[in-house]
Each structure stands twice: as C-alpha cells, then as structure tokens.
C-alpha cells in the first residue's frame, strides 16, 4: 500500500498511468503541431502554382525531324502563361498550351550531342493564380557518320565505315567486300554496291542478321543513286538493266526505282510503280524526312510523292525543270525553273518563291554547286577560286562558303597538299561533310566511278567552321538521295 501523498509527483524511474493527464497534453500538443504543419503544407502547395510531373522527348527524333516537341506535363490544368518561353542554347521554337501540357515544338531539327534547357515563365494553372516557372534540361543524341574505305587496289578488302560525329574514338567497319563502288544505310544496316566480274553491279546488305548477305537484283544491271531514309527503315536505289548475254532482248528494267524494306531479316527490292501500275522510270528521287514517302522526278520533269510502301497510289506535284532536294528535316521540296526557283510544301501542295541571297565573291572566284539549309535562303556554296601561282601560273582551289542574308562567310579551305572533292550537309542542317584527297593521289581505277585514293571526311559546325571530327574514307552517306 503506497503512502505517497495523493498528488505528489512520480519517483524518479516511474511510468505515468497510459491516458494520465500529461500523456493526453502532449498528445493534443502533438496533433495540433501536426495540423498546423499540414494546414501550412496545403497553403504552400497551393501557393507554389503549377509543377512539373513528367517530360517527353525523343532524342534521336529532335536531330531529325522538324516540329520535334518536348512535351512538359503538369500538374494540374493550364488556365493561361503570362511569361515566355525560353530555349538555350537559343532555338527558335513554338509554345502551345493543351490542357495540363507544355508543348514546346522546334522549327528546325536540333544540333547532335547538345545540351538543352526549356524554361517557360509565368504559367499559371487553373486551381489557383500564383504563375509558376518549369523547366525541363534534356542532351540530344549524337550522330554518325558513313564512309567509304576503298582498299582494294591495296590488296585489302573495301569497308564501310562508321563513326560518332561528336563522340570521337576510331571509326568501325560494318561492312567489308571487294570493289565496293557506293553504300547507304538506314538505322543500323548498310546495302553496299560491288562489282561483279563482268562488271555490272551486286547488292550486299548488313545489319539486318548475323552476316553479310547477299539480295538478288530484280535483273542483272546496274544500280546508282543508292539511298537510305534518314528517318524509317528504308532504302532505295535505280537499277539499270543489262542486255542478257548472246541475246538482243531488252532489258526489263529502265531507270527503274525499288526500295528496300530491312526492317527485318527478309529485305526483297521491291519496284515503285507509277500512276499505271508500271515501274517507274526516275530522273531523280528523295526519301521525305519523317515520313514513308518518297518525291520522285520523272523524265518529263513531272514530280509525284509515293508511298515507299505502296500502301496509296501516287500523287502529282506538277512538273518543274530540276529537283534540288529538301530543306532539312522538313516536308520542304526545292524545285528551278527557268524563270524562277520554288519551295514545295509537300504536306499541302502549295509552293512559294525560293529567293537566295547572293554571295560576296572576289573576282577571281567562281560559285559551284548550292545545298540550302533553311527557308530564308541560307545555304552552302562550293567556290572555285583561280590562285597565281609564284611562276605565274593559274592553280584552281576549291573552298566552301555559307552564304546567308548577313553576308558571306568561308567556312572550310583545304590544308596544304590536299585538295577539295565536294561536300554535303548533314541530315539536321548543321554540319557539312567535306571529302579531300591529296593533291598528288593517284586514282583507285573503278570502273566507270573512279575516284582519288587516300580520301577523308572532315566534318565541319556549319555555323562557325570549326573542324568536329575527321574520318577515313570518303562518299559519305550524307550526301544521298534522302
């Protein structure tokens, strides 16, 4: 029996009685802490304004396609954005507000390997008015280059090459034949052109199983104009056909154009046929970015989209003198005319005049052939310039301008001892492929595509001309037809 006074406090050691009067003060003490910390996590959350949940974008696709987007997914409904949209490194781009969404969407396709961040100001969601900033930082994926490696007349097997545009390290073969003439590629396999003995044309193909295959020409001839999509999984080329040995039978096949489908392992030329449901014979031809659709160019000059599947007949585009290829990344078709030059919209058939600024040019330079690279006329010009040489003599040096609406700028001129082949621009526009050889190279004796031996690619930032990466081999794969 205790003899504790009645009130007196416990010993030291001692438990209070569960639900004693100090347990339930603390225990109201504690529940009001906890309501007072909630009641000022609502105020704050609803304070804060909108949040980003989640961000969409393809990586591969914004160095491909224009009108790529990001889509930035918040948290609740968009009632408005008060501010502006931000990208840096700077792009233009378009914001559209859809629902909960941000959809940032690029008018032209990224640079490769590039850090970007997306920040749009002042967006104030439908639950309350307190504006927001979101934000979002993504890297684009890099690219790759193709090359050709003639070495056969070394006693070596010719090889593709392929490499990182921005990554460095060596270039890897892909594929390796004899007397290989030309190649192209789409996604990770490579059709590569040889020659037979007689000399009319083979069909290898990589990538699309273990080994190297060989496909069967649709008939013994002559392929040219080989090409992959830089965005499906397809690849084309023209076949001429040869007179069968011993006979005076025509060929089937005139300029005819087929496609291949390696998607899978059973890749078969497949012919493109025409409004009459014959093969058709192409002048020129180009896979359109983004799309299963290929613009060809007949020998009347009239120009048609197709579905490389042959999913939908063909569609006239009306007839123009000469192709001159598609913007970059765009449905964009470039077209001359004799009075005038166009751009094609091949999403809505509608055209408008293609107007180029001029180039500031010395006297003694001389403009060669034009890629454009955007609508407002901004393009790469190859110039041959007449050099005196110290005895008098007149040499001739090949260089690349950019030409655009701010003026002239030289953009690659060949080292000492080498000289300038051609060049090409890059899938995205943004950098130029530039083939060399040395000025004393002797040639590799192909037959009828003879080329300088010891070829290399450098590839240059087409906006400021700084050198990116350089790789053996030359016929870079960016300079197809689509």
Known sequence: MSTEP???PAPSGS??????????????????VLAAAAAGLAVAGAVQGPKLQAATVDTTAVTEVAGSRVVLELN???DRVDGELRVEPVEPAELTVDDDRLVVEFERPLPYDTEFTVTVDGVVGAVQQTPATVSHRFTTADGELYTLARR?????????????VSGGGDAEAVLEAPRILTFAHAGGAVAAVTFEDDDTHALLIAGIGDEAQALSLPERGWVRSIAGSTTHPLIGFVLDGAVPPGTQTPPQYESALFTLDVSGQNAAPEPVLGIDGEPMRVLDWAFVPGTASIVVQDFDGAMFIVDALGLSPPSPLGSHQEMRGLLPGTTELIVADPDRGSIVDLETGESRE???????????AYPGRVTQLTADGTHLLGVLLAV?????????QSLLSLVSTSGTALRYTPADGSRMLGYCASPNGRLAAVETAPIDAASDGYPNAPASRDRLTTIIDVATGATVRVQTGGASDWCGAG
């Open 6 to 8: 009645s009130g007196s």
């Open 152 to 164: 056969s007349p070394d006693g070596e097997s010719d090889a593709v090459l392929r490499g990182a």
């Open 354 to 364: 293609n107007v180029l600024p001029s180039a500031e040019l010395p006297e003694n």
């Open 15 to 32: 438990r209070e009685p569960f639900g004693g009067r100090g347990f339930r003060g603390r225990l109201v003490a504690t529940i009001g």
């Open 388 to 396: 005196t040489a110290a005895d008098g003599t007149v040499q001739a």
């Open 76 to 78: 609740q409904a968009i």
